[in-house]
């Protein structure tokens, strides 16, 4: 997967926002004000930041050698993904899902009510 479709891959799940909040070169995308992908820019081969559950983050580690504890961030919580590597567009995808799941399902009951995720 370039960067370009993850980028539009990103912008088409709901209530997304796209940000330079830390520098210019690590883009990052937002539901709900919260963060659940970091794509940088500058990093060749190209590399995200996805939250995962725990568990599944060390089996994701422990399997795929494009997957590691993502740097700068809670290593429990997020891993960093090689893009532009060995793994399959529908697999980063998936983890991209997953990682945007969290996020609105940590969301404040107002937030998702405000957004549409769930109603009054």
């Given at each position: 997967m370039n960067v370009e479709a993850l980028?539009?891959?990103?912008?088409s799940k709901n209530h997304v926002t796209e940000s330079f909040p830390f520098n210019d070169v690590t883009l990052v995308f937002k539901v709900g004000g919260k963060m659940f992908a970091l794509l940088s820019l500058d990093k060749r081969p190209a590399s995200c930041?996805?939250?995962?559950h725990p568990e599944e983050a060390l089996l994701l580690r422990a399997q795929y050698t494009e997957i590691?504890?993502?740097?700068?961030?809670n290593k429990t919580h997020w891993?960093?993904?090689v893009i532009e590597g060995s793994l399959t567009n529908s697999f980063i995808k998936n983890l991209i899902d997953q990682?945007?799941?969290?996020?609105?399902?940590?969301?404040?009951?107002?937030?998702?009510i405000a957004?549409?995720?769930?109603?009054?």
């Open positions: 980028r539009e891959y990103c912008l930041n996805l939250k995962c590691i504890p993502a740097y700068h961030m891993n960093t993904v990682s945007y799941n969290l996020v609105v399902k940590g969301l404040p009951k107002k937030t998702k957004l549409g995720f769930i109603k009054k």
